[in-house]
């Protein structure tokens, strides 16, 4: 989000995720859906490491989403996004849209949203070219 705006904003305006499905608690907080974990959230992980992420969560407190942002990093920082192209959590126009939206130099890898999990090696490889990049622009 920008200066004003609340992460809920951003999904206005794009498809919502009917594989990746929320369990709201009444007292404001959410849980990726157990039953529907493994489709939503990491399709492509093995089924004992699903079971330990769905069964480990920390649920997600919803009046987050409802926060406006005092300062963007994204304005006055360089920032890279690594995209997975089957991610389930999340319509691909938003995250390509977030993506262009902050100049970000995006890295795109077949996965679900798991990514971590299912591809290490390009998620550190992202991190490490920013880190080297960021740190030469700083000389």
């Known amino acids: 989000p920008d200066a004003g705006e609340t992460t ?7 498809a919502p995720a009917t594989e990746f499905v929320l369990d709201k608690t009444q007292d404001g907080f959410a849980f990726v859906d157990r039953a529907k974990f493994k489709a939503g ?33 994204w304005r006055t920082k360089p920032s890279w996004a690594v995209i997975a192209s089957e991610d389930k959590a999340f319509d691909q126009a938003m995250l390509d849209h977030m993506a262009k939206r902050i100049g970000a130099k995006v890295t795109k890898v077949s996965a679900s949203h798991a990514l971590f999990m299912t591809q290490p090696k390009v998620v550190a490889d992202v991190i490490d070219q920013a880190a080297r990049q960021a740190a030469s622009a700083a000389k």
């Open 41 to 73: 959230f990491a399709h492509d992980v093995s089924d004992a490491d699903v079971a330990f992420m769905r069964d480990s969560q920390v649920p997600i407190n919803l009046s987050a989403f409802g926060t406006k942002l005092k300062n963007a990093a």
């Open 8 to 14: 809920a904003q951003q999904y206005e305006g794009f």
